[in-house]
């Protein structure tokens, strides 16, 4: 199985996932449109019968604030499963490390490192990588606790890449971010 396969597979599963937590976030949202159309409804109709005793600018004010609230709910059970989604994909990852393509990334991530930095790398890795990453001739000075891929510095020490998959999923928050908005909205 290549990269591209497993990758193709993540995504697959991502967005199998992702479509059920759009399912979910559709029910919800159409639970606290009509949760809010409903309060808005009856806001307006009480504010309507006591016109006489408080002026338009207060029923504004609290329609306003009703709807802020509505939003705020809204975008809370959207950050909930943008939350959910990332944990997805971080397991994703995790059992991405424990298979057997993982080590082909690896050497993936070496050849990039040995790109950006030299010929000559030192590397922090996982324990169980020190034996894939000494047989490709790549120095480890530590171990350290990642879900995968390493950190590596130069020969002298004075550049350093981390190519770890946190790193690597931190870089991409963004991108990551909006394409499960897209889907979510």
Known sequence: MSIETFIEEINSRKRRELEALDTRLAKEKTALQ??????IKDMHEYFSNEAKLKSEREAARIVEAARLQAKKIL?????LNLDSAFEVIKEGLRSYANSSEYNVALQKIIVTAKMNL????????REQDRSPLAEL???VIKTIQTIGGVIAENENGTKEL????????RIHDDEA??????DLL
Request: charged share 30%.
């Open 75 to 79: 975008f809370d059970a959207i950050n």
């Open 162 to 169: 981390d190519l770890t998959f946190e790193e690597l999923l």
């Open 137 to 139: 001739g790549v120095t």
């Open 118 to 125: 030299g010929p000559k790398i030192k590397v922090s890795c």
């Open 34 to 39: 009509i949760k809010k159309d409903n309060s």
């Open 177 to 182: 971010k909006s394409l499960i908005m897209e």
